[in-house]
């Protein structure tokens, strides 16, 4: 297999320059069902998430207002397409509880809950071609989670993609289904998003928590890299 490519476009730096990225890769994987002691994990995150925001002044904390005011930069309507931490901070408030999927995506929802921050899984094993965060040349195809249509993202959106499928619209908003974490997926990439008050140190804190809980839960090997606008280009190979 070719060397696969994983960078992020110097226009998203330009707009957001104190942007950290964080990657954490694995490769060797066992998932599959989460144990009773991860299932607990994602519950005390949804309760801690109720002990420390609530609803009405939701939009103004910092970690959540940041990725509302990137939203805008872009011209997109933070009320209409919610980041996923706030969409998933608004389900804890409101007491519906996030579904347990498999260790790994609820290793992602936990932490995202936790420390909120945007923490999504792509399963890389069905992975070919290279990975960019770049804006959207609006020919790239995308076929949402729980969908069957495929549409095209807005030129210029932010947008995850591989080669020409995108993973990811409007920067982390929604996943396609192409790299769903499933039970037998055996390789996987986590992308831990900080803009600020969020610094470099948190995101690498956090992905270190990725790597530990996955090790725990799922066994495998695996690193992590931070890309930043100094250093926007890492492998994904093992």
């Known amino acids: 297999m070719a060397n696969r490519i994983y960078s ?3 226009h998203v730096f330009a707009q957001f320059s104190d942007y950290v990225r964080g990657v954490v890769v694995a490769y060797g994987l066992h998932n599959g069902p989460s144990s009773p002691a991860l299932t607990a994990l994602l519950r005390e995150a949804e309760a801690s998430v109720r002990e420390r925001l609530n609803l ?3 939009t103004a ?3 959540i207002a940041s990725w509302r005011n990137a939203f805008k930069a872009q011209g997109i309507k933070p009320n209409e397409f919610r980041c996923s931490v706030e969409a998933m901070v608004r389900r804890a408030l409101r007491d519906q509880q996030l579904p347990s999927i498999n260790a790994l995506v ?3 929802n936990a932490l995202s ?3 909120l921050v945007p923490v999504g899984s792509h399963a890389i094993d069905v992975v070919k071609g290279n990975l960019s965060l770049r804006p959207a040349t609006g020919e790239e195809t995308f076929t949402a989670f729980g969908s069957e249509q495929m549409e095209h993202p807005n030129p210029g959106e932010i947008v995850f993609t591989e080669e020409n499928v995108v993973l990811t619209r409007r920067w982390s908003w929604r996943q396609s289904i192409h790299t769903l974490t499933l039970p037998e997926t055996t390789a996987i990439e986590f992308n831990v998003d900080g803009l600020a ?3 470099k140190a948190d ?3 956090i992905c270190q928590e990725v790597m530990q809980l996955i090790q725990e ?3 495998g090997q695996m690193r992590c890299e931070l890309l930043t606008k100094d250093h926007s280009t890492i492998s994904i190979e093992p």
């Open 8 to 10: 992020i476009s110097d």
């Open 56 to 58: 009405e002044s939701l």
């Open 61 to 63: 904390y910092p970690r």
């Open 106 to 108: 609820d290793i992602g």
């Open 113 to 115: 809950l936790k420390h």
């Open 197 to 199: 008050p969020v610094t």
């Open 203 to 205: 995101i690498e804190t």
């Open 217 to 219: 839960h799922c066994g």
